[in-house]
């Protein structure tokens, strides 16, 4: 019984993926995009439990689950308190990480990442 009711479930899934276009092939996410008015950095869970991202600049329905390869890319050169980056920083994080800014210029977006200690 377990196990027709884990299927079940698997096939309501699969059914409810397919009805919302979700792509399961590996598609690259696009950073920024926007989602109603609202543009975003990074994966969002926005109407699911789930983070997802856009396939698409503006999105137009197509879309596909996050996974830990699809966080945003750091934006080079950027502009930080009027200089100019072409690396990730430790200047005003206060924890002593890098970071990065995701956009050309922090001073006017805002938007950042913090950068893998592996890089």
């Known amino acids: 019984m377990e196990v027709m009711r884990t299927l079940a479930g698997v096939v309501f899934l699969l059914l409810r993926v397919y009805g919302l276009k979700a792509d399961f092939i590996y598609t690259a996410c696009v950073f920024p995009f926007k989602y109603g008015d609202i543009t975003y950095y990074n994966c969002i869970s926005v109407h699911s439990d789930f983070a997802w991202c856009s396939l698409d600049q503006k999105f ?58 592996y890089e």
């Open 60 to 117: 137009q329905g197509r879309w596909r689950y996050c996974t830990g390869f699809d966080p945003p890319k750091c934006t080079f050169p950027f502009i930080y308190n009027k200089q100019t980056f072409s690396d990730c920083i430790k200047e005003g994080y206060i924890f002593n990480r890098s970071w990065c800014s995701l956009t050309k210029n922090y001073d006017e977006d805002g938007k950042w990442k913090q950068c893998s200690p």
